[in-house]
């Protein structure tokens, strides 16, 4: 489902709730236009803010933005940790670094709960290359 002129993101984003709700599918992705490149954080946040199941930030997360998407449940990150943030380069072992201390200065207990609150006590995490 995407959104058109006729309808704002976090209706269409509620929109599309009902209709994963149908299928027992548990997350929404806010993606940018391609890859690499980031959703708005204003686009992110209020999708977030609209829908009760967990959203993913799908697209352009760097560890200089992902501040601005604070609202976001789970992150999707490829070019961003790449050398000179090509997708297809092999990851810069100091650009993972320093996604991950941006993650460590945003990450919370709120957001924690609400994490367990949506997958679990236990949760899973998988990370892929």
């Known amino acids: 489902m995407f959104a058109n002129s006729s309808l704002a993101i976090p209706e269409t984003?509620?929109?599309a709730e009902f209709s994963l709700s149908t299928v027992c599918w548990s997350m929404m992705i806010v993606i940018g236009v391609a890859t690499g490149q980031p959703a708005g954080p204003d686009e992110e946040n209020s999708v977030s803010r609209a829908v009760s199941v967990p959203t993913?930030?799908?697209?352009?997360?760097t560890s200089e933005n992902l501040p601005d998407y604070s609202e976001a449940d789970v992150f999707i990150?490829?070019?961003?940790?790449?050398?000179?943030g090509l997708w297809s380069n092999p990851i810069d072992p100091d650009?993972?670094?320093?996604?991950v201390r941006a993650f460590c200065n945003m990450w919370s207990s709120e957001?924690?709960?609400?994490?367990?609150?949506?997958f679990g006590r236990a949760g899973r995490r998988t990370v892929r290359h």
Do not use: E, N, P, Y
């Not at 993913?56 to 997360?61: F, H, L, V």
């Not at 650009?95 to 996604?99: D, G, N, Q, S």
């Not at 957001?111 to 949506?118: E, G, K």
């Open 77 to 84: 990150v490829g070019s961003s940790i790449k050398q000179d």
């Open 13 to 15: 984003a509620k929109a």
């Open 111 to 118: 957001r924690t709960a609400r994490l367990r609150s949506h």
């Open 56 to 61: 993913i930030a799908g697209s352009g997360i």
């Open 95 to 99: 650009r993972a670094r320093a996604l």
